[in-house]
């Protein structure tokens, strides 16, 4: 992809699933990349809460001093319970929105305080098909991909033409997560219903977000873009 060679780039959830395999594509594209996790990562600078607003604010200036600052955020890192709405705790709720959502908030917040200052940025974030259209047994899960949409939305209208934002909607991802949460059964029902008959893979959705983040998608801001094999089609 045309100008992503030294970008200096922050992936958050970056060791594992759709995280994991960004980090690997844009290394493979020529950029210094910086991956912020809750667990894994060689630098413990790096290693945070994304919920933590605190954490989050330590994180990056560990960041501006391995890479010297941020030119393409990658907010990637979530994550679900799986349960009836009826059955979804206070915990659940208030951990799920603060990692999906929050953490969002914080983490786009941080990045793009640096990028206005430097004249130019790229933030995108990973909302889903679930923050599109109701699915069962997630709805907390549902409520934060909803709200990253529109976050997404409001700060591309804000930061243009400064920085660039969109949000990003995968639909079935075979991630740990996901294999995690579906037995054999599960997913082979799921795939019936995909128009392409099978989930995607992380590294698709890393090809996305090289795209995005590169000049050949310049003209991309405040879009909100599913992958998923046609199955809201």
Not at 48 to 55: H, L, N, S, T, Y
Not at 117 to 127: C, P, S
């Amino acid at each position: 992809m045309k100008g992503l060679e030294g970008k200096r780039v922050v992936v958050t959830g970056g060791t594992s699933g759709i995280g994991a395999a960004t980090v690997a594509r844009f290394r493979d594209e020529g950029a210094q990349v910086a991956a912020i996790a809750d667990r894994d990562v060689e630098d413990p600078g790096l290693l945070c809460d994304v919920a933590d607003a605190g954490a989050v604010a330590r994180a990056f200036e560990r960041v501006d001093e391995l890479i010297g600052g941020v030119d393409v955020l990658i907010a990637n890192a979530g994550i679900s319970i799986r349960k009836p709405f009826l059955e979804i705790e206070e915990a659940d709720w208030q951990r799920v929105l603060g990692v999906n959502l929050s953490g969002v908030f914080h983490c786009a917040q941080q990045a793009a305080r640096r990028m206005v200052a430097a004249d130019g940025g790229v933030i995108l974030m990973t909302a889903s098909t679930n923050g599109l259209t109701g699915h069962p047994f997630y709805a907390d899960y549902n409520a934060s991909k909803a709200g990253v949409i529109l976050l997404a939305k409001t700060m591309a209208l804000e930061l243009a033409p400064t920085v660039r934002v969109n949000a990003v909607c995968p639909g079935y991802v075979l991630t740990p997560m996901q294999r995690a949460e579906y037995t054999d059964e599960m997913l082979a029902e799921v795939n019936a219903g995909i128009p392409l008959g099978r989930h995607a893979t992380p590294e698709e959705i890393a090809a996305l977000y090289a795209f995005l983040a590169s000049d050949e998608g310049a003209y991309f801001t405040g879009a909100v873009i599913s992958i998923d094999g046609g199955e809201t089609a």
